[in-house]
Each structure stands twice: as C-alpha cells, then as structure tokens.
C-alpha cells in the first residue's frame, strides 16, 4: 500500500520542508514581531491544531491574507489558505461593532450613498475622527474614502438601454467601490469597452464579493453573498454566454480562489470566465479582436504599483502591457510589495503603525519615481497610496478612458 | 504572450540566462513557482571541487581531462575544455556586472570558512566573506566573533573549536537587542532574516559599531553572522568603515541573507534590462508541433499561453521540483523530457548518508547543444540548463553552482547565435 497517497492534505501543507522562505518575504512579519510569520502561523501550527484546537494563536489575526507567502513558497504549499482556514474554524475573538461596520460595505454604502455630501464632510473633521477613534478604535490618522452622490448601478440604469444595442456583450460585477465610492471608474469601463465594440451588462444580483466579511469572522453571510454572485454569475456565464469581468483585483481573487478555499463554493464551472477588464481587453488586442484610437496631444507618465492579489493572480503584467500600449505613456513599474492597508485592516487603531510600515518603501519609491500618478488595479491600495503620498492613484481602466480619442 | 525566450525557473540558471539574453536585446520572460534555491546559498559558489572518484580538484581547468574520462555525460564534459574554461573565465566579471561581487583565484580554488568552523573547498565567494589560500590555516592568529544572543543558526563554539585545532584563537561576544527580545516568543523565529531586518535601521548598526568597537580587544579581525546587508548594501560597508578592523561574514544556517541579496540584485538586474519576472505561476504544460515547443500553458494564464521563440527549462532539481521521484521512476514534469536514472530503487540511494547518493546524478538527457530529448527526439527550441541536468553529482562534486552557470551562459550563448 501507498501510504503517501492517503495522506495529502487540501493545503499541501505537509509538502512543508520548513526553508522559512515565506516568513522572509511576509511584509507583516517584517515590521510587527507580535506576528509569529506565515511559516509558524500556518504549516507549524497547524501540525498542533489538528491535534488540539487548543494551540490555535490569537496572532493570527495579524496576517493581512496577502498571500504573498504563498507566491514564495518553493513547495507550492497553501499557506495564506492555512492561515485564513485556522482563523475560521477555531478564532474565538467575536468581531465588534467597528468590525462590524468596516466589513459591511454594501451596508454602509447604501445607508451613506444617498446623503453622500454631508457623510463626507462629516467623516472628514476632526471631532467625529476622535470619537471615531475613541469609541470603536478606528484610526483617526486614516482619511476615509469619499461616498459618491448616487450610485453606479443608478447611473446604469440609464445606460442600460444603450448597452442592448451592441452585438457582443459582457457582464460587469462592479464591486462595492465602484458602486458606492467611485462610479466613475465603472462609466470609464463602460466607455472603454463600448469603443471596443462591447456592450457591458451588469449581473442580475450583485452583493459585496465578501472579503472585507471573510477577514472580519462574519463567515456565514460571506457565505451566502458568495453563493448568490455565484448564481448570478452562473447565470451569465453558463445561460447566457457572456463572460464576467470585473476592475477590482480583490473582488476577482476573492470570486475566483476564496470562494471554493475557504468558503467551500464549488465554482469550477465558472471560476475561468471571470477575470480582470484588463486582462480580457488584452487578450482581445492579442487576438485582433478590436481597436482602439488614442489621443496623441496629452503625455503622461506613471508607476504601475501591484496589488498583492494582483501578485498572486500574476496577472499585472496585463494591465502594465495595455498600459505600455498606450501612446504617450510611459510606464515606470514599481516593485511589487505591500502597501500595508490590507482592506479593512489597515483602518483599525491597533494596525495602524503596521499598516504604514509595512508601506514605506512603497511610499518612498513612489515619491522618488518622478511620475504624474500611480495606477494600480486595487481601490484600497489607491485609499492607501493616496493618503500617504503626494500622488494621485488611478485605475488602468481609467488611465486607458482618458486617453482616448472622443468620438 | 509573445516572447523571443521564455525561461521556466527563476533562480541562478534562469537568471543567468535571462540576464545574458536580455542584455542582449531579446525579450525575455521568467516564470518562477517560488523562490529559488539561492535562498539557501552559502555566499560561495562552487565550479568543481571533487572528481566523481573522490580525488580533489585544485584547478577545475586542469582536472577536465580526468572528468572527461570519469563522467562522459557531465555537463562540463559536454561543453568540452575549450568552451568550458572560456565560459568559466567569463563568470566572475559577469556577476560584477550584474551587481553580485565576488572574489576569486581565476580557475583555481580557495577555501571558505563553513557554518560549522571547517574549511572546504570553493570557487567564488561573495566579497563579504573571508576566503584562504590554505586549507589548514586561518590567516589570523586571533579572532573575536559577534553574534546575536538567541539567533538560532550560527554555532559559535562549533567554531571556536574547529579554529583552535588549526591554530586559530577566537573570543565570543554575545550582544542582546531589546527589539529583537520579542521574537524570542515564538520558539523557531529568531532567524538570519528576522535579525536583518532589524539591521535595515541605521540606529541598530550604529549601536553594533558600538559593542564591536568595546570589546573586539587585540582580535585581528572581527567575524559576524551573515545577519546584515538584506536589502541594502551600504549597512555593510557603514559597519565596515566604523569598526575599525576587518570585518568578515560567516555563513549561517538558512535562509541565507547574502543568498537572498543575490537573488534580488540579479532579478533587478534581469528585470532593468527589460526582462519580464513573474513569480508563484508553476507551468502546466507545453504543447509541441513537430519537434519544437509551440505553446506553454501555466496555471495562473490560464487560456492565454507563452509563445516564445526558445524556451529554457531551469526548474532545478528534486528540492525545486525540477525533477519529480515517485517509488519507482523520477520524471521531469514540465515537458516529461527524458531523464535519466537508475531503475533498482535500490541503487537510489546509499544508506551512509554522506556517502555519493546516486539519485543527485540523475537528471534530463540533453544532446551536445544542451537541448531536451523527448521520447527519443531532440526538441529544437527547448533548451535544459542548471540542476536538472543528467550526468553530475552537484552535493558530492561540489560543482552545483558552476554547473547552473556555465550551462546558463552557454544555452543564452546557442540561442544568441540562432538568431544570427
């Protein structure tokens, strides 16, 4: 008999030969020694946990799951999965109020969306920061991202009718940001697409991909958000042939790989045609399928900055070629590290001088590239760039509808 | 995905062959499934050591012959002499060029201080550390060695003993750092990497000039752990202005922070030439037309492939999962090109584990032009170099390094005169 065959584990994790590898290139373990490092926070402990849920380490709590561990690892050992798994099954630190209202985007969104001036200009001062702080520990040193007056799905509505007329189509899962923060990126993406020749649908239901509620313990309603995009998602990929693609790297990593990892969502069926803008705009390019005329009068050059999901989908190299496409821009690649905000994370008090540190050489970086903005695919490194260099942070998306020649 | 080469492994074969390429003009890309096993180097690099028959080697020039005679499919042999000291002769400037600084006798070998105290045969060593002449003696009569109170894997009394047998005195100071207390929490934390990060902030270095500087004594030369330079070199040299009297590198137990470094600086190196590095992808599989490599498919591209001209397998051996053994046969699972090995299991392996362990000969079957073999045929655009090669015993030879290298150059060298 085999014995080797019946005992591999769904993580790999006893493919761990213990080269330490992970904790070297973890940016967490770098600034903050509270942090046992990925190397003993997963495949170590978790020899001891299957044990005994007793060993179970409350510092897991300050791994950022950017999965950079695992896009180290020489044993293709799943890591930043064993980590987040642990954090599931045996995390007995219920999430607060605070954790409460960071991870529920769609919430907030809609409840401060339709008031968006005055939640903005009230999130901004001073007082309401200090009680921010004060009472529910989130840092008062982080400047929140604006709420937008109405909401893309709105704004949508109007188009929809438009969109109908093109002859190819795709489906768009906006993400919160998009949604609630930032439609223009979502019209920037309408745009672009529509001068490929390309309608853009939205899905027929669209919640919060989840991974704000994944990374706060709220794990049965990410669940049950996940299961419905996944059917909405089935719904356009399977009935209707349309593929999905969406500008958030996060959102796309999180439907893609954390739906089936750590929630247990079967989306095999679905999982390859859902993808980044940028990548399926390249592919299209590649193929010759599509042409896009650009502005020659405006000249700009920028730092692609990449995400960490970005790093582990390894798909940045779409969004710097399409960006390298472009007449006139000149791209400077910045190297790939964290940026420190980890979502939802870098927002509480007690993570605030890690989420900066780990940060700084980005920041430096950026301040000594010499560029008119940085791009990036990720809208909380955009929150993090922006408020700790002078720079303004953009999507490629963005970059590509400004540069293009209007019709 | 259109490239002139793609190059599956990004460690010191692939890089020194996408280096090569790419400073050449070709548009190269790197597609690595993790970091490599440079993350482990002892800060030498060895070219030949021993000879398979266990006599050892002062110039590997002048012991080609006998190699020849010993180990027919080696790489080295494959080169034949002419190329093979013409490429070698070209590595040291190479690093320099590329960023990595090393020190060395020409074709011939010195000897560097191991882990454990021992002298052992190499042939180039990063400039850092300390190299002689002679394999019998240290040129100091005392030494004061510095290391971190609690770092797990630097063995001073280890070395203190090995010294005093060749005639070499050594004091040990140990020094704390309350930053670093912490990590002492976590049993298996306290490691090369953990410590250097903290050697990143000048304060730190400042406050280890000072300890150094009060208690090195008459010592000659001042030895440290290879617990600083990670990310930037100049804490290195700003120690070395401060202390006073030479100061040296030892190596540690892994991970290796002058590995690491090494393995940055080249991939920065790779990459300002215009090289593409993607990193945590593992290739799929390839799809051929007749006897070349049409198209490679990895994980994260999913439907989108890499079109490349040449491809260059540097996937590295057993530890980088280059080469694959199951009980019975050991496969290349990129391309499955051919690869040689010994069928018995039981000819594997030796019990006495520091005897010749027969499974590192094994390795792919290359025709003269390093080009891989699949079911009996040459693939013309598929190029093998570094640790998977068949036909040498990188651990028992003490040739792992020279063997990555040297094929590199060669293979960036056949690819370079195609295009021609």
């Keep these: 008999m085999n014995l080797q065959q019946h005992n591999v584990s769904e993580n790999n994790f006893e493919q761990c030969i213990k080269c330490t590898v992970c904790t070297v290139y973890c940016p967490v373990a770098a600034v903050n020694p509270a942090y046992p490092g990925p190397k003993q926070a997963g495949p170590d402990e978790e020899r001891l946990r299957l044990k005994k849920p007793y060993f179970y380490d409350e510092a897991l709590k300050y791994c950022i799951n950017c999965k950079r561990c695992e896009v180290a690892c020489p044993s293709n050992v799943k890591i930043g999965d064993i980590i987040q798994l642990a954090r599931i099954k045996y995390s007995k630190k219920k999430p607060t109020l605070r954790d409460f209202m960071l991870a529920n985007t769609d919430l907030m969104g809609s409840l401060s969306t339709p008031l968006a001036p005055l939640v903005n200009a009230t999130l901004g001062l001073k007082p309401v920061k200090a009680v921010l702080d004060g009472v529910l520990k989130i840092d008062h040193r982080r400047s929140f991202p604006k709420y937008a007056f109405g909401t893309f799905e709105s704004w949508y509505k109007k188009q929809a009718e438009k969109q109908l007329a093109f002859s190819q189509q795709v489906s768009y899962f906006h993400g919160c940001y998009v949604n609630y923060n930032y439609p223009q990126l979502g019209k920037d993406l309408v745009r672009v697409m529509n001068a490929l020749g390309i309608g853009v649908q939205l899905l027929r239901k669209e919640k919060c991909c989840g991974v704000a509620l994944i990374s706060n313990g709220f794990i049965d309603q990410a669940r049950k958000q996940a299961e419905l995009n996944v059917d909405s998602i089935r719904e356009a990929v399977v009935e209707k042939n349309r593929p999905v693609i969406a500008t958030s790297s996060t959102c796309t990593f999180t439907i893609r790989d954390e739906y089936p990892h750590l929630l247990g969502i079967a989306n095999a069926d679905v999982r390859d045609r859902v993808e980044l803008a940028t990548r399926y705009i390249y592919r299209l390019l590649s193929q010759g399928g599509g042409k896009l005329t650009f502005r020659k009068d405006k000249k700009i050059r920028v730092a692609y900055h990449t995400p960490c999901h970005m790093e582990k989908l390894g798909w940045s190299y779409y969004s710097i070629e399409l960006l390298k496409r472009i007449p006139n821009v000149e791209v400077v690649v910045l190297d790939s590290q964290c940026c420190g905000i980890a979502g939802t994370y870098g927002f509480k008090k007690e993570n605030y001088a890690t989420s900066q540190g780990i940060g700084q050489n980005l920041f430096q970086q950026i301040e000594a590239a010499g560029v008119d903005c940085v791009v990036t695919d990720c809208e909380t490194c955009k929150w993090q760039i922006e408020m700790s260099t002078s720079k303004h942070c953009e999507h490629p998306i963005s970059i590509f509808a400004q540069m293009l020649l209007c019709e | ?420």
């Design chain 2, 1 to 420: 995905m259109k490239f002139d080469t793609l190059i599956i492994g990004g460690g010191l074969a692939g890089l020194v062959c996408g280096i090569a390429l790419a400073k050449k003009g070709q548009r190269c890309v790197i597609v690595s499934s993790g970091q490599s096993a440079l993350h482990f180097s002892s800060g030498s690099f060895d070219l030949l050591n021993t000879l398979p028959d266990g006599s050892q080697v002062s110039c590997p020039d002048r012991a080609w012959s006998a190699l020849a005679a010993q180990a027919p499919t080696h790489p080295y042999v494959k080169l034949g002499k002419e190329t093979f000291v013409r490429l070698a002769s070209q590595v040291q400037p190479f690093l320099q060029k590329s960023g990595v600084l090393v020190q060395g006798s020409g074709l011939c070998n010195q000897y560097r201080i191991t882990p454990m105290g021992t002298l052992k045969s190499t042939w180039l060593t990063l400039d850092d550390f300390p190299v002689c002449r002679m394999p019998d003696r240290l040129p100091w009569k005392k030494v004061a060695i510095f290391n971190m109170a609690g770092f797990l894997d630097f063995y001073t009394q280890f070395i203190v003993d090995e010294f005093r047998k060749i005639g070499t005195e050594s004091s040990v100071h140990l020094f704390h750092f309350a930053g670093l207390e912490c990590l002492r929490k976590n049993p298996s934390e306290m490691r090369s990497t953990n410590i250097a990060r903290m050697f990143e902030k000048k304060e730190n270095l400042e406050k280890l000039v000072l300890t150094i500087r009060q208690e090195s004594g008459d010592a000659e030369v001042v030895l440290l752990p290879a617990i600083v330079g990670l990310v930037a070199k100049d804490g290195l040299e700003m120690l070395r202005c401060q202390v006073e009297k030479p100061l040296y590198l030892l190596p540690t137990l892994p991970p290796s922070v002058p590995g690491i470094r090494t393995q940055q600086i080249l991939r920065k190196c790779f990459q300002d030439a215009g090289g593409v590095y993607m990193l945590g992808d593992t290739v799929k599989g390839v799809e051929k037309e007749g006897n070349r490599i049409a198209r490679v498919y990895s994980c994260n591209h999913g439907d989108i492939p890499f079109v490349a001209s040449n491809v260059v397998l540097a996937t590295g051996s057993y530890f980088s999962q280059g080469l694959i053994a199951t009980p019975d046969r050991v496969y290349e699972p990129v391309a499955d090109l051919d690869v040689v090995y010994e069928t018995g299991r039981d000819c594997w392996y030796d019990l006495n584990l520091f005897a010749r362990q027969h499974y590192q000969d094994f390795g792919v079957k290359t025709d003269a032009g390093f080009r891989g073999i699949y079911q009996g045929n040459v693939l013309e655009n598929l190029y093998v170099a570094g640790a998977l090669l068949e036909g040498f015993n990188p651990i028992r030879e003490g040739s792992g390094a020279g063997v990555s290298i040297l094929s590199a150059l060669y293979v960036a060298e056949q690819i370079l005169s195609e295009k021609l």
